[in-house]
């Protein structure tokens, strides 16, 4: 059988030092995700309304002021002139204040937690990682899946496979 790769004591030491960062990561997002269910049942009425925005909706050309949007269980519910605030919600008076859609950001490559909050205060709220080692991209995905909110929604290549780079 004819060997496709060379393989040497660096390359088996890179290999077990893959292996443990990638369990070290699943083991990461495993423990999130419980943390984050058992969070998500404590506040599964959440109700937050933010009033008097400057609302740009990404769809009509025009403006929207003094708008109020009302934001039910992390998902905007209505927005609107005339929508009232539901009893017992959050009040938010963000006047002078502006609403947009959030980015996204087509071509990135996720390094660390830093990276993914540095795009979300850049306005990015979804990115496209595509590839990064030990799979960084999916376990920051599955981060944001169990609730985690100061990264964005990351859309996950995995991890890249390349030319004469060595296949697990």
Not at 90 to 107: E, N, S, Y
Not at 119 to 135: D, H, I, Y
Request: glycine share 8%; aromatic share 4%; hydrophobic share 45%.
């Amino acid at each position: 059988m004819k060997r496709l790769f060379r393989v040497s004591a660096s390359d088996s030491i890179l290999a077990t030092d893959m292996r443990k960062r990638f369990v070290q990561l699943l083991l990461l997002t495993l423990f999130v995700t419980l943390i984050g269910s058992t969070a998500d049942a404590q506040n599964s009425a959440t109700v937050l309304v933010l009033v008097h925005a400057n609302l740009i909706d990404g769809v009509s050309p025009d403006v929207l002021h003094d708008a109020t949007v009302v934001v039910r269980d992390g998902r905007i519910e209505s927005v609107g002139g005339n929508v009232s605030a539901p009893t017992g919600a959050q009040v938010i008076d963000i006047k002078g204040r502006w609403l947009l859609p959030g980015f996204v950001d087509a071509h990135v490559h996720l390094r660390d937690l830093a990276a993914a909050r540095h795009a979300v205060q850049s306005g990015a709220t979804t990115v496209r990682a595509l590839g990064s080692s030990c799979f960084t991209d999916v376990g920051m995905r599955e981060l944001h899946r169990a609730g985690l909110t100061d990264i964005p929604e990351v859309v996950a290549a995995g991890y890249q496979i390349r030319p004469g780079q060595l296949v697990l």
